[in-house]
């Protein structure tokens, strides 16, 4: 049985992707701890010559707009996702291309590296197990050192021994990992789990997040992700300007935001997130206002993303704005938003219960879009997002997984087709109608016997894994079909 946390699927890094810009950093990162291990002796990546990243699958395909040469290059200059100056990524990318040097950890002595022909992208070629696959080769005297790793979604890594079968089926590691109190592998674990000891899903998970740290310690790590989020939609909804890449994409959450708030709002882009709310809150939108309010969150969050901003994976970077919108249409627009008080507590569970339901698909289907296409990324998001908000406006555990079920059923099959490779073209949008299903799915199962359903969220998960295994390769995050293949890339003049 797979043994994950909340914490495995709400990460908090750098867009644009997850699966090819963080993912690759972190394979960076645990290649050279495991390299300096197999090195030896107090020099670390000292006696290391040259070192060769070569990219292979999806990540060779849509690479570069995902920025994925950026993030290793970043990862071998010993940056960290959660912590680089995200202002300061160009300047950094830009100086190693210019120096064409590089300090490896415990080293004395940088090495030969350009990122131009030392980070090498096969189009043409694919390894066997995933989709995402990169070779990280390290020249040591006369001996080369070789690793393979594959980035399988959301963040996560594995090494090629590592991997069973496809990223689809294998059962996943436990080594490492504790023993949980109340093990889910299927929904129907955790609905097991619920009834026994009838309590709500953030119950049974804050039980098992228990087994990894202390509750005080999920309490903040929960607040901390979800300052990242709001950080990123209040960013968002401030800054203008055009995406990165050749689509010359305009962001359109601030000036969606300035027209829905009005001249009369005293929101101003120095005040608070918290501030910002309150004005939004305010306002008083209608129904309209409202619908727009959720597009802009997820907009702006993505915008972020697409602009190598700091989001969290949720469970992706491509689907990072759904949550955060959701989550701002709880507390900013519903029509019995917690109070101030409450709200902390009631954003924790939101979180404890969305990452949970993320689990659920990683285990049982796939979160990587290279392997499932954007159902796997929205699409799930959109589930999460469901399950919590369900949950947290007082629907029971069968009610908050039927949400999910609903919201999934109408994401089967979605192609991931980023226009010229970027997480923008219907990337950003998607998350708006994610966001929007989301809310719409945790309505209809607040209204509904789940007694009744006729589909099951374990059935969903099934069917999604073999929509996943049937779907052509083409909409997988390669760019090869789709509206990548019949968007006119058109760059707006200036």
Not at 279 to 295: N, V
Not at 467 to 482: H, L, Y
Request: net charge negative; charged share 20%; hydrophobic share 45%.
């Amino acid at each position: 049985m797979e043994v994950l946390s909340v914490f495995d699927m709400l990460k908090i890094g750098v867009g644009p992707s997850s699966s090819h810009t963080l993912g690759p950093w972190r394979a960076i990162q645990r290649w050279l701890r495991e390299l300096g291990t197999d090195l030896g002796g107090a020099g670390g990546l000292g006696p290391v010559d040259h070192v060769r990243v070569d990219l292979y699958g999806s990540l060779a395909l849509t690479g570069k707009g995902h920025a994925t040469d950026q993030a290793i290059s970043l990862a071998l200059l010993g940056h960290d996702p959660e912590t680089v100056d995200v202002e300061a990524i160009a300047k950094i990318v830009q100086a190693l291309g210019l120096q064409q040097l590089l300090l490896l950890p415990g080293a004395t002595v940088p090495i030969a590296f350009d990122p131009q022909s030392d980070i090498v992208f096969h189009r043409d070629r694919r390894l066997p197990g995933h989709a995402n696959a990169m070779r990280c080769t390290a020249t040591v005297g006369t001996r080369s050192l070789s690793s393979v790793y594959f980035s399988v979604g959301g963040g996560f890594v594995v090494r090629e021994d590592e991997l069973v079968g496809q990223e689809l089926t294998r059962p996943g590691s436990t080594a490492g990992r504790p023993t949980l109190p109340y093990p889910t592998q299927v929904p129907a674990d955790l609905r097991s789990h619920c009834h026994r000891l009838d309590c709500c899903i953030a119950d049974v998970v804050a039980s098992n997040e228990a087994a990894w740290r202390s509750p005080e310690e999920v309490g903040e790590g929960l607040d901390r992700i979800w300052q990242v989020m709001l950080t990123a939609a209040h960013r968002g909804c401030h800054t203008d300007g055009t995406l990165p890449g050749d689509l010359g994409v305009h962001r359109r959450a601030a000036p969606l935001a300035r027209r829905l708030l009005g001249d009369g709002s005293n929101a101003r882009s120095g005040d608070s997130p918290e501030a910002w709310m309150a004005a939004i809150r305010a306002s008083q939108p209608d129904f309209g206002q409202k619908l727009q309010w959720i597009s802009t969150f997820a907009m702006a969050v993505n915008e972020e993303n697409a602009n190598l901003g700091r989001v969290v994976t949720a469970p992706t970077n491509g689907a990072a704005g759904v949550i955060p919108a959701v989550l701002l249409y709880l507390l900013c627009l519903s029509d019995e938003p917690p109070s101030h008080d409450d709200a902390p507590a009631v954003v924790r569970s939101f979180l404890l219960v969305a990452g949970e339901v993320g689990t659920l698909f990683k285990k049982g289907a796939t979160i990587s879009a290279a392997m499932g296409g954007c159902m796997a990324e929205v699409g799930v998001s959109s589930a999460m997002a469901a399950a919590a908000l369900s949950e947290v406006m007082g629907g029971t555990m069968d009610q908050a997984l039927m949400a999910a079920e609903i919201a999934m059923e109408h994401h089967l099959g979605m192609t991931c087709d980023p226009v010229s490779g970027l997480v923008q073209v219907p990337c950003i949008e998607r998350n708006t109608m994610g966001a929007v299903k989301a809310i719409n799915a945790a309505e209809l199962a607040l209204a509904s016997d789940p007694a009744l359903a006729r589909v099951t969220l374990d059935e969903v998960i099934n069917t999604m894994r073999d929509t996943a295994e049937s779907m052509s390769d083409r909409f997988k995050e390669t760019s090869q079909g789709g509206l990548a293949v019949n968007v006119s890339v058109r760059v707006p003049e200036c």
